[in-house]
C-alpha cells in the first residue's frame, strides 16, 4: 500500500472500509474493532475532505490509514505497554537516522516486534548512540531488568582477552550481522509458534551482545554500564514531554479563570491529541500540525471558524505554558503568530 506509514497488519486485522454521504461529504467508515465499540457508536467516520465521489474514492486509503491508526492507539491504550514499545520503536528509527542509520533494513529491525526493545538500545550502544531518557521511561520493566544485569554479558573475559592476543581481535562485518537478526526475525514473524522461537530469539539477543562485545570502537561497554547506573539510581525517571502528558499537567497546574475555559482547554487538547498522536513530542510539533488540526476541525466537526480559532488558542497556550516549565526543553511557541 503507497501511503505513508502504512502498516501491513491493518487490512488482516480491522474491517473493510465503506465510503458513506456524512455531513454534506463524502467519508469514509470502518466498523470498529469489538473492544472499542459502544451501543450506539460502532463506527469510525473521517471526511475525505471533498463532495466529490470520485475524488473521494483516490483519496480512500489515506483517510482510512488515519482511522487504523486511530484503532492502534485505542487499542494500545488498552494495554499502555503495547502503546509505549511502539511509541519507543518510532522514536528510535528516527534516533538511528539522525546518526546516519537510515536504511529500510535497520527500520524494520526496529520495528519487528520480535526484536526486543532492550536489544534495540544495545544495538544502538554498539554504534556509539545514546538513548534519551525520555525514551528510555518507555521500557518495560523486563526491558530494565536485562539493561541493567546484562552488561557484564558483554564484558571480554580472561579466555577472549588470551584467545586475541594469539589469534588477534575477531572483526565483525556490522552489514553480515545486521542480516543475520533480520533473517532471524523475519523466521520468528513467519513462524511465531515454531517449536524453535524461543532459540532462535534467543540467539538474536546473543548476536546484538556478540557484536557489542566485538565492536572496534569499544563503545558499548562503556554505554551499557552507564545506562545500568542510570536505571539502578532512578534518574533516567525525567517528566515525560508528550503531548498527552504536557497536557494533563498543562489542565491540572494551569491556574484558571473560569470552569468553562478549563473545561474548553482539555476538549481542545484532547482533539489535539487525537489527530496527532499522544506519544508525539512536544518539541516535533510545528506550524504544519496546526493547520493540519484547523482542516480537520473543519472538515471532520463541521466546526464554526469561531470554534477552531479558540481551539487553536487553547493548544496554544499549553506551549506558552510549557516553555516556563524548566522540566521541558522548548523555548518558543511552534507556530508564533499563527
Known amino acids: 500500500m503507497d501511503v505513508d506509514g502504512w502498516q501491513s497488519h491493518w487490512l488482516k486485522t480491522y474491517h473493510e472500509p465503506r465510503l458513506v454521504w456524512h455531513r454534506k461529504k463524502w467519508h469514509w467508515a470502518v466498523t470498529k474493532p469489538k473492544e472499542l465499540q459502544k451501543k450506539t457508536d460502532k463506527d469510525k467516520k473521517l471526511s475525505s475532505g471533498t463532495t466529490d465521489e470520485l475524488v473521494a474514492k483516490q483519496r480512500k486509503w489515506s483517510v482510512v490509514a488515519k482511522i487504523y491508526a486511530s484503532f492502534d492507539a485505542q487499542l494500545g491504550d488498552i494495554d499502555s505497554q503495547v502503546a509505549r514499545d511502539k511509541a519507543f520503536r518510532l522514536e528510535a528509527v528516527k534516533l538511528f537516522a539522525k546518526y546516519g542509520e537510515k536504511s529500510q533494513q535497520t527500520q524494520h529491525l526496529i520495528m519487528n516486534s520480535f526484536m526486543e526493545t532492550d536489544d534495540i538500545v544495545r544495538l544502538a550502544h554498539t554504534l556509539n548512540i545514546s538513548i534519551p531518557d525520555n525514551m528510555i521511561d518507555l521500557l518495560s520493566e523486563e526491558a530494565k531488568f536485562y539493561l541493567t544485569h546484562l552488561p557484564s554479558k558483554a564484558e571480554q573475559t580472561e579466555a577472549d582477552k588470551a ?13 553480515q550481522v545486521l542480516n543475520e537478526m533480520a533473517d532471524g526475525l523475519e523466521y520468528l514473524r513467519a513462524n511465531p509458534n515454531a517449536e524453535d522461537a524461543n532459540l532462535i530469539r534467543s540467539g538474536v539477543k546473543e548476536l546484538t551482545i556478540e557484536f557489542a562485545k566485538r565492536s572496534p570502537k569499544e563503545v558499548f561497554t562503556s554505554k551499557d554500564k552507564e545506562l545500568a547506573e542510570r536505571l539502578k539510581s532512578g534518574t533516567s525517571n525525567v517528566v515525560s514531554s508528550t503531548l498527552a502528558e504536557v497536557s494533563k499537567r498543562y489542565i491540572a497546574e494551569n491556574e484558571w479563570n473560569r470552569d468553562r475555559t478549563k473545561s474548553g482547554a482539555k476538549l481542545a487538547l484532547e482533539r489535539f491529541c487525537e489527530l496527532h498522536g499522544d506519544n508525539t513530542d512536544i518539541l516535533e510539533i510545528n506550524a504544519k500540525h496546526a493547520y493540519a488540526f484547523a482542516k480537520w476541525m473543519e472538515d ?27 522540566e521541558y526543553n522548548i523555548n518558543e511557541e511552534p507556530w508564533g503568530g499563527y
Open 163 to 175: 584467545a586475541e592476543s594469539i589469534f588477534g581481535k575477531k572483526e565483525i562485518n556490522l552489514e
Open 300 to 326: 471532520d466537526l463541521d466546526a464554526a471558524n469561531k470554534s477552531i480559532k479558540g481551539a487553536l488558542s487553547y493548544v496554544k497556550g499549553m506551549f506558552s505554558w510549557a516553555i516556563t516549565q524548566v
